[in-house]
């Protein structure tokens, strides 16, 4: 797992988010989500709130969003509950970003399927554009990093952009995929394969052929 | 109550059990790391393994699974001691070798359990992974890379401190422990962390690199910081006193102690009065001890002399103090060094009744004027229990942060005779109310107008299973109060009524609170341990021993009466109070009745019969009718928690914590 780290409580970060706040839409969403759990457990809003308040940062960032440490206290000031939990939470699960993030956190794949599908050219794809993991290249456009298993096996590999998966890449449609997002279009998410509308089987079925066109009972061929 | 049978043994469990308590009445040692019996049960150490039957084939965290009837448990079989080596064998993984440079070395839980569950040797040949230090204040060492994420620490500091300070942030490998931005842990039982970790991440600051567990004399002894009368363990290794630990004790302290209690040894070294001292021309002279006495020889005070005794010292040294005055004719005694003159006729009156382990299952509780968690940080944690467990709790008195919740109902004595409509209620439906007068609501008809209350509610009543239950406490601050009061240690218009009678001779056993303008007529005799504001005063200093240094009986805010040891010698040429006493009354032509330090306890007890037994002394349950009204904004004595007793104010670490936690004062860390 790539170290993550919390960005240092600095002065300058005081300044700049200290006096974060909901945008009038935002506050109304999280009167929505607190709202939707029974009275005295307002903690649980913890973790969509964090989301909402790391979608604002973005939104004022134009980048993918982050959470500065006065962000998280404001949060928990919403909820009344000790920082050090909101921090604990942050920092635990890794669609939170704890430090700066660039405009597109492109996250690829590297576990077994998608690496024996090619997910190490994905990668040398990204790295041609001056991606480096764990890092933002220099015009604040990309972050990349590799990750675990996404659970898109099927249409390996694959990788996270944002909020939407790309599959069944090649580094040409990799390539496709990035030059779209460079535009500031937004590239049909899912499988990148023009043959494939979803992770249905790429050619004819293989297995249980005899049971495309219509029921059939194997049982007596065991 | 379920039927387990462990290794082959069938006994009989209380119902709600673990595997794991079912296996420690069986006698059988489970490791565990991050079991703890007081706190709640986190099972991520994975040591307490055991085989269960019926279940999964596989071994169970015994500490987190429910004893059920016809269980079959083994603790012996090879499967569990291959787990235990497996867990044991990866808690190690990470964990740095460093034993002989560490603290907790020789009473680690690690150490030990890898000795008698783990492996022979290692089998890992990786880098192992390091964690930065983690500042956590003057009181808390840390080194995290020994830590095994335990979450002890975590656990305590949200579930009995109360203060959400210290969590475990990042995941899996990353885990680290740490508080909120490495602020400093602000509490007032924080350092209890350094005994719940069993491995050396949290150690003692103070105590660092001084000694091996080893090395130490351990005495049993009795905390005098404050009034609750925590069991203490002394630890000291030549003439110097290391360290302080708590004693497990469920119906005082459990197994908590302030950080005061036990940081505050370190003043035990400094400003000490080693030698006598006699004022010559206004100025205090260094001399022996027979100049001293030859000197106090010629005073003749007759009947006018007086004591008063201050906040830390013991019985045996007040009953000596007694007993001279006494045999000089004179009965001027005072304890109450800043004023009080509360009634003692009665002194369930002026007791915690309820006593200290009861006050967890009241369900309503009416605090005035104590800011509980400064007066006493141990009798905090129990009212966070009882809350836990449903108790409402109203508080009169400036607003302070507890760590329970409350409500606060005005900050003037006089909302005690007109208690808002919702917390008379409270109070009238309560099964078992409880009111508890802190030091800053006794004076001005606080402690009689909430007397009235107990009448009012019926504090003292029958509960419906047929137990006595008191609702009326009185709690503390001083370690000799309930001591003093029981042995007359007050007048009936406190220490005014010394003031007026003008001694010729004023004896102050350690007192160090009280304003000594008023004795400018009489000589004072400073019998005490510590060059502080009594010492100032004085025109004689008889130097004398502090709590660790002489045996001695205390009394607890709730009656309790417990016995100390002597854990070590007192500096230089101070003596323990009652031989200087003793050699006094020689001086001043009189005697006694004790030579030695049995025949003055055995004659204490027999003025005194309730000191010479362990327990509480029961003051009966009748309660003085009490009444009238109390009016006066409440101020709460304690200004500064880290500063009340002239220890704590000589030791430097109290000094630093009052001034780094309180006043907020940043003190750049030591390069190491």
Redesign the interface.
Known sequence: ?A??F?EP?TPELRARWGNFAWTEANAAKAKDIVARYPEGRQRSAVMPLLDLAQRQVGAELNTQGWLP?PVMEFVARELDM????V??VA??YTMYNIAPIGRFHVQVCGTTPCMLRGSDDIIETCKKRGMKKGHTTADGMWSFTEVECMGNCASAPMVQINDDNYEDLTPERMDAVLDALARGETPKAGTQDPARHTVEPVGEPTNLAAMITANHDYRSEW | MPKVKVDGVELEVPAGATVLQACELAGKEIPRFCYHERLSIAGNCRMCLVEVKPGPPKPQASCALPATDGQEIRTDSEMVKKAREGVMEFLLINHPLDCPICDQGGECDLQDQSVAYGRGGSRYHEHKRAVTEKYMGPLIKTQMTRCIHCTRCVRFSEEVAGV???????????MQIT???EHAAKHEMSANVIDLCPVGALTSRPYAYEARPWELKKTLGIDVSDATGSNIRIDARGREVLRVLPRNNDDVNEEWLSDKARFQIDGLTKRRLDKPYLRRDGKLVAVTWNEAFAALSTLNPGASIAAVAGDMVDCETMFAAKALVGALGSSLLEGRQTGMNYATANLAAVNFNTTLNDIESADTILIVGSMVRWEAPTVNVRLRKAVKRGAKVFLIGPEWETTFGGEFIGDDLSVLGNLPGHVSNALGQAKRPAVIVGGAALGRGGLEAALGLAGQFKLVRTLEDGSAWNGFNVLHMAASRMGGLMLGYAQEGGIADLVAAKPKVLISLGADEVDYAGFAGSMIVYIGHHGDKGAHAADVILPASAYTEKAGTYVSTEGRVQFADKAVFAPGDAREDWTILRALADAFGVTVGFDSFDELRAAMIAAVPALGIEGLAGYGKALPAGGGSASGAIVYPIKDFYMTNPIARASATMQRCSAELLHGEEFAEAAE
């Open positions: 797992m170290d993550r919390i409580d440490i000790p920082i050090i939990r921090v604990e920092s635990f | 959400d300070e210290i969590g475990a942030l990042y995941r899996g490998e990353s508080t909120y931005l």
